[in-house]
């Protein structure tokens, strides 16, 4: 079997507990190396154009300088490097600003250490791009969310709480005991039933429709 390289990543985020917990997680991987950090948007920038990652993560809300600032930074210097923008919000003015600012993705940080390598893993090989890990950067349409109330049922609810929690099909399928066939089932007919098309947009419609909290 081919041996490739390990991923480059870079991290941006001013949370210690993260930094530490990434830092210890990719500790003697072999297919993907942390080659470094920063605490801040200033410090981010210096850094990652010194030694270019192949992926950056970066937080959104930074001291200094904010990570929309950071991305946009960082995209004109180095088109090619992918960006993953790291946020605890899913109002649609920071989706837009971190899409608007060159980010090839948004991930809410309430995802898993463990599920974030794992999104690492295979967004840095092309392969899944459709990784219930990454939230994709659509912005979804506030008409939309101001239709009349959807019907949602009770286990439809509870794999959108999940879903909103960061977790992943596999995790789902774990936590309330149904075949992955069955939860991807479900979440086909949630996003039918919201009128979207991904992860991200299904959370922040069943939010702006009460569905859940």
Request: avoid cysteine; charged fraction near 30%; charge should be negative.
């Amino acid at each position: 079997m081919e041996k490739h390289d390990p991923v480059k990543v870079f991290l941006v985020d001013d949370h210690p507990l993260l930094r530490t917990g990434l830092r210890f997680t990719l500790d003697g991987m072999e297919d993907i190396d942390l080659i470094g950090e920063a605490s801040d948007g200033f410090e981010g920038v210096e850094k990652i154009l010194k030694d270019p990652p192949d992926i950056a993560l970066i937080d959104i809300d930074l001291p200094g300088i904010s990570g929309i600032t950071v991305i946009e930074m960082v995209k004109k210097k180095l088109r090619d490097i992918k960006i993953l923008a790291l946020s605890s919000y899913s109002e649609k003015s920071y989706v837009s600003g971190a899409m608007e600012a060159g980010a090839d993705g948004y991930m809410l940080k309430a995802i898993s250490i463990t599920a974030l390598v794992d999104f690492l893993r295979d967004f840095s090989r092309g392969e899944n791009p459709a990784s219930p890990y990454l939230l994709d950067l659509a912005v979804p349409d506030e008409e939309k969310d101001e239709q009349e109330p959807v019907h949602i049922t009770p286990r439809e609810k509870q794999i959108l709480e999940l879903i909103a929690e960061g977790k992943s099909n596999k995790q789902i399928s774990s936590e309330i005991f149904l075949s992955i066939e069955t939860v991807k089932t479900h979440i086909k007919k949630i996003f039918s039933k919201l009128e979207v098309k991904n992860r991200l947009e299904a959370v922040v419609a069943a939010r702006n429709r009460k569905v859940i909290e």
